[in-house]
T-cell receptor, first 111, second 114 residues
């Protein structure tokens, strides 16, 4: 099975930086995804990591360390519209490449 | 066309009703998924179809019956549901089940079982 942990909630100020950590345990790691989900809406894809290192996409960056079972999502220059849940999801090839989601981190951006 | 559509947006049904949720994508994706999401919880995988064949069933009760009539369509037939089945049902698709392919999610059907 898989165990994916991320903080439940974080608060940050507009214009600041927030880092959301995700730790996981899986037998057949085959990629880690970050999704953003606004309340009542579908998840939207943010980033994908399968090799160690940092992937940068505009204001969002994601980092992976496979040996540590660890990833983080970095949100820079926070905007009010970034208030949402951020879901870490791990794909496991030992389980048919299915995606398992962590509990999600609710980020509240304050003015 | 780069979206996944789902109908209906909202559904209220009684425990004796039979209803169906529909999902459609025209991106040529060959993997399609059903997820269930309760409030303030992450999506939970229910079923995976790969090339129109059921490849994963996450021990879902038989009152949920998936169907993939063709590569663009995915249905979820509902019968004799329980109030605890009330949730947001999300459909997703990806080019295939592995690789770098992210899953594209539809807007979901919010289901209420009375």
């Amino acid at each position: 099975g898989q165990n994916i942990d991320q903080p439940t909630e974080m608060t940050a100020t507009e214009g600041a930086i927030v880092q959301i950590n995700c730790t996981y345990q899986t037998s057949g790691f085959n990629g880690l995804f970050w999704y953003q989900q606004h309340a009542g809406e579908a998840p939207t894809f943010l980033s994908y990591n399968v090799l160690d290192g940092l992937e940068e996409k505009g204001r969002f960056s994601s980092f992976l360390s496979r040996s540590k079972g660890y990833s983080y999502l970095l949100l820079k220059e926070l905007q009010m519209k970034d208030s949402a849940s951020y879901l870490c999801a791990v794909r496991d090839k030992a389980a048919g490449n299915k995606l398992t989601f962590g509990g999600g981190t609710r980020v509240l951006v304050k003015p | 066309d780069t979206e996944v559509t789902q109908t209906p947006k909202h559904l209220v049904m009684g425990m004796t009703n039979k209803k169906s949720l529909k999902c459609e994508q025209h991106m040529g994706h060959r993997a399609m998924y059903w997820y269930k999401q309760k409030a303030k919880k992450p999506p939970e995988l229910m079923f995976v179809y790969s090339y129109e064949k059921l490849s994963i069933n996450e021990s879902v009760p038989s009152r949920f019956s998936p169907e993939c009539p063709n590569s663009s369509l995915l249905n979820l037939h509902l019968h004799a549901l329980q109030p605890e089945d009330s949730a947001l049902y999300l459909c997703a698709s990806s080019p295939r089940t592995g690789g770098e392919d992210e899953q594209f999610f539809g807007p979901g059907t919010r289901l209420t079982v009375l």
